[in-house]
């Protein structure tokens, strides 16, 4: 049914071809804008934080292609607020058709793709100048992580859709969640304060988008002094980020009484 609602946007949105692809262009080109500052910040200094150029560009290809897999499947829910506002999720309940189906494919657009294809790109130049031993751990560690990624940030993206089922207007804080979050894992954690790097790694679990999986890959200790089976656990962590944002959204539906109320 999610590939059935999104085909149909797709379609609507293909009757103006060149509009699409300047679009999806434009996308590529001001997600591709952080790939410039990145680069820029090295013209200074041959090493950030203890990584060079190609090791901060592997952190920036798995965090932006796991942040752009999720906006393209589950960034609309971010609308959610405005659905309760207006009263329009009203007629979503009514269709034999889950809501957050409904939602998450909402003016569906292919432009998003536009998102993915700087992260390809830099992955595909970065991962051959790390200076690592390739083991066949690591090689399957590369898409494990990318992965695992895209579900933390899905799971965020319904959580924090499900935070507007009593906050309406909270769409803007939601968006240092996830925006925050997909911008804050481009760059390595041991850039930002001991406590900043606590609260993502223990609170809002952004660590294991890419940081903890990187720090196997390219066999660096952990500044927090976590144990090795960390580097690991980005797959237990996305199940259970997904699983706290299935129980706040079914939390949301049963308690949702109209808009007004």
């Given at each position: 049914?999610?590939?059935?609602?999104?085909?149909?946007?797709?379609?609507?949105?293909?009757?103006?071809?060149?509009?699409?692809?300047?679009?999806?262009?434009?996308?590529?080109?001001?997600?591709?804008?952080?790939?410039?500052?990145?680069?820029?910040?090295?013209?200074?200094?041959?090493?950030?934080?203890?990584?060079?150029?190609?090791?901060?560009?592997?952190?920036?290809?798995?965090?932006?292609l796991s942040?752009?897999?999720?906006?393209?499947?589950?960034?609309?829910t971010?609308?959610?607020?405005e659905?309760?506002?207006?009263?329009?999720?009203?007629?979503?309940?009514?269709?034999?058709?889950?809501?957050?189906?409904?939602?998450?494919?909402?003016?569906?657009?292919?432009?998003?793709?536009?998102?993915?294809?700087?992260?390809?790109?830099?992955?595909?130049?970065?991962?051959?100048?790390l200076?690592?031993?390739?083991?066949?751990?690591?090689?399957?560690?590369?898409?494990?992580?990318?992965?695992?990624?895209?579900?933390?940030?899905?799971g965020?993206?319904?959580?924090?859709?499900?935070?507007?089922?009593?906050?309406?207007?909270?769409?803007?804080?939601?968006?240092?969640?996830?925006?925050?979050?997909?911008?804050?894992?481009?760059?390595?954690?041991?850039?930002?304060?001991?406590?900043?790097?606590?609260?993502?790694?223990?609170?809002?679990?952004?660590?294991?988008?890419?940081?903890?999986?990187a720090?196997y890959?390219?066999?660096?200790?952990?500044?927090?002094?976590?144990?090795?089976?960390?580097?690991?656990?980005?797959?237990?962590v996305?199940?259970?980020?997904?699983?706290?944002?299935?129980?706040?959204?079914r939390?949301?539906?049963?308690h949702?009484?109209?808009?007004?109320?």
């Amino acid at each position: 049914m999610y590939a059935l609602l999104a085909w149909t946007w797709i379609r609507a949105a293909a009757q103006y071809p060149v509009s699409l692809a300047m679009l999806t262009a434009g996308t590529a080109v001001v997600t591709g804008l952080d790939v410039a500052a990145i680069a820029l910040m090295f013209t200074r200094a041959p090493r950030i934080a203890g990584f060079d150029v190609a090791e901060a560009l592997f952190l920036y290809g798995t965090a932006t292609l796991s942040f752009g897999i999720a906006d393209l499947v589950l960034g609309s829910t971010e609308r959610l607020g405005e659905h309760v506002r207006r009263g329009t999720l009203d007629a979503m309940l009514v269709r034999p058709v889950s809501p957050l189906i409904q939602v998450a494919t909402e003016e569906y657009s292919p432009r998003r793709v536009g998102k993915l294809v700087p992260a390809v790109t830099v992955l595909a130049l970065a991962l051959p100048r790390l200076d690592t031993t390739w083991t066949p751990g690591r090689v399957a560690m590369v898409p494990a992580m990318v992965a695992a990624g895209a579900f933390i940030f899905g799971g965020l993206w319904v959580l924090a859709g499900a935070v507007q089922f009593v906050l309406l207007e909270s769409r803007g804080a939601t968006k240092a969640l996830t925006y925050g979050g997909g911008f804050l894992t481009q760059y390595p954690m041991s850039m930002f304060a001991r406590d900043l790097v606590r609260g993502v790694t223990f609170v809002v679990p952004l660590a294991f988008v890419n940081w903890q999986p990187a720090l196997y890959v390219l066999d660096r200790p952990d500044p927090l002094g976590l144990p090795g089976a960390a580097r690991f656990a980005s797959p237990a962590v996305a199940a259970l980020v997904c699983a706290v944002a299935a129980v706040a959204w079914r939390a949301g539906l049963r308690h949702y009484r109209s808009t007004g109320s």
